[in-house]
T-cell receptor, first 117, second 112 residues
Framework: DAGVIQSPRHEVTEMGQEVTLRCKPI?????LFWYRQTMMRGLELLIY????????DSGMPEDRFSAKMPNASFSTLKIQPSEPRDSAVYFC???????????????FGPGTRLTVL | SQKIEQNSEALNIQEGKTATLTCNYT??????LQWYRQDPGRGPVFLLL?????KEKRKERLKVTFDTTLKQSLFHITASQPADSATYLC???????????FGAGTRLFVKA
């Protein structure tokens, strides 16, 4: 398996523009997570899905952020309109849940470095 | 308030020595705790998971302890090598489910 795939790897945009980040999880994984990482705040969970259904979006900073998972092999994180404070590295991760309820290891993608000017 | 604290300062050690990293948490009751490694420009990579009913777990040169009374986990790398230089993140579950909260990480430098 190629691992978690994210695109684009780098995105530079101007304030006010719409940004769409994409993620392909590892086949067979039923959990998908979106994180944001900055120097100031570290790695923050934005939202996670189980079997394509959003379970917890309490980390989504504001209504400008939205995430979808139309099928088991694809998810998007959209920011509209983007602002300079959204500049960060956005990671997608996937994992395979266990019947015991414990989270298995998460496999992270390479991240998308977003710069909003 | 809920907090996860890791050594904010970088840890510098000599090759061959044991590196010990600390993760303390407040106002969480995690069912498990994980450790990840992150290299610059890359995503975190899973290393070890330890459950609340486990005191210690080992994997090759790595050892993790979990003390739910002290609310602390220690991460040890024995016989450290320059290739072990990276940032190490601890993570725990928030609600006993799949919401994972990460610490800020500790930067480790191993000198040859």
């Amino acid at each position: 398996d190629a691992g978690v795939i994210q695109s684009p790897r780098h995105e530079v945009t101007e304030m006010g523009q719409e940004v769409t980040l994409r993620c392909k999880p590892i086949s067979g994984h039923d959990y998908l997570f979106w994180y944001r990482q900055t120097m100031m705040r570290g790695l923050e969970l934005l939202i996670y899905f189980n079997n394509n259904v959003p379970i917890d979006d309490s980390g989504m900073p504001e209504d400008r952020f939205s995430a979808k998972m139309p099928n088991a092999s694809f998810s998007t994180l959209k920011i509209q309109p983007s602002e300079p404070r959204d500049s960060a590295v956005y990671f997608c991760a996937s994992s395979q849940g266990t019947s015991g309820g414990y989270n298995n290891e998460q496999f992270f993608g390479p991240g998308t470095r977003l710069t909003v000017l | 308030s809920q907090k996860i604290e890791q050594n904010s300062e970088a840890l510098n050690i000599q090759e061959g020595k044991t590196a010990t990293l600390t993760c303390n948490y407040t106002n969480y009751s995690p069912a498990y705790l994980q450790w990840y490694r992150q290299d610059p420009g890359r995503g975190p990579v899973f290393l070890l998971l330890i459950r609340e009913n486990e005191k210690e777990k080992r994997k090759e040169r790595l050892k993790v302890t979990f003390d739910t009374t002290l609310k602390q986990s220690l991460f040890h790398i024995t016989a450290s090598q320059p290739a072990d230089s990276a940032t190490y993140l601890c993570a725990l579950d928030d609600t006993g489910g799949f919401k994972t909260i990460f610490g800020a990480g500790t930067r480790l430098f191993v000198k040859a």
